[in-house]
T-cell receptor, first 109, second 113 residues
Framework: EDQVTQSPEALRLQEGESSSLNCSYT??????LFWYRQDPGKGPEFLFT???AGEEKEKERLKATLTKKESFLHITAPKPEDSATYLC??????????FGTGTSLTVIP | KAGVTQTPRYLIKTRGQQVTLSCSPI?????VSWYQQTPGQGLQFLFE???????NKGNFPGRFSGRQFSNSRSEMNVSTLELGDSALYLC????????????FGPGTRLTVL
């Protein structure tokens, strides 16, 4: 069964304290892995797409990496405005998407 | 380019009623997917439409249905509402539904009393 698991469920960081969020997946085939950011009461906002193991993408303080079984979202020197829920999703053959339940990140000033 | 729009943004209904939600995708996008998001379950896939045809379906009862029009706009209908249907309903569009990025709308918050 296709499955996506994110850890930790919640993470509290001091401003400037770098950390990583994990997304592990068990799927029949990977067409793409996606990271989104979601603020309360809003729709998910696209961050990155990764297609193959070894791929990395960066945007400001965020860097996403992909292996054959998991992806990491590294947050370097986070700021309070980075506080949000970060969602990971995988797309499998047949085009269906499976989402993890997210990591709720709080960055304390 | 305008993003994905969803209407209405908020709805309050009572048990047993039915509801129709609307989604307008990004211009040029032909695939529209619907998701239900609840605090306990996260994002659950409902169905995907491409070129007016349902291409994928999640594990939801038949009370949940949808359709897509020739201009790619999509509607989702829930009949005989139950308390457990209270959720944020999200629509996402992509170019073709292949290994494309999905872009989400702001969602419709449905409350069933």
């Amino acid at each position: 069964e296709d499955q996506v698991t994110q850890s930790p469920e919640a993470l509290r960081l001091q401003e400037g304290e770098s950390s990583s969020l994990n997304c592990s997946y068990t799927v029949s085939g990977l067409r793409g892995l996606f990271w989104y950011r979601q603020d309360p009461g809003k729709g998910p906002e696209f961050l990155f797409t990764l297609y193959s193991a070894g791929e990395e993408k960066e945007k400001e303080r965020l860097k996403a990496t992909l292996t054959k079984k998991e992806s990491f979202l590294h947050i370097t020197a986070p700021k309070p405005e980075d506080s949000a829920t970060y969602l990971c999703a995988v797309q499998v053959p047949g085009n269906q998407f499976y989402f993890g339940t997210g990591t709720s990140l709080t960055v304390i000033p | 380019k305008a993003g994905v729009t969803q209407t209405p943004r908020y709805l309050i209904k009572t048990r047993g009623q039915q509801v129709t939600l609307s989604c307008s995708p990004i211009s040029g996008h032909r695939s529209v997917s619907w998701y239900q998001q609840t605090p306990g379950q996260g994002l659950q896939f409902l169905f995907e439409y491409f070129s007016e045809t349902q291409r994928n379906k999640g594990n939801f009862p038949g009370r949940f249905s949808g359709r897509q029009f020739s201009n790619s706009r999509s509607e989702m209908n829930v009949s005989t509402l139950e308390l457990g249907d209270s959720a944020l309903y999200l629509c996402a569009s992509s170019l073709s539904g292949g290994p494309d990025t999905q872009y989400f709308g702001p969602g419709t918050r449905l409350t069933v009393l």
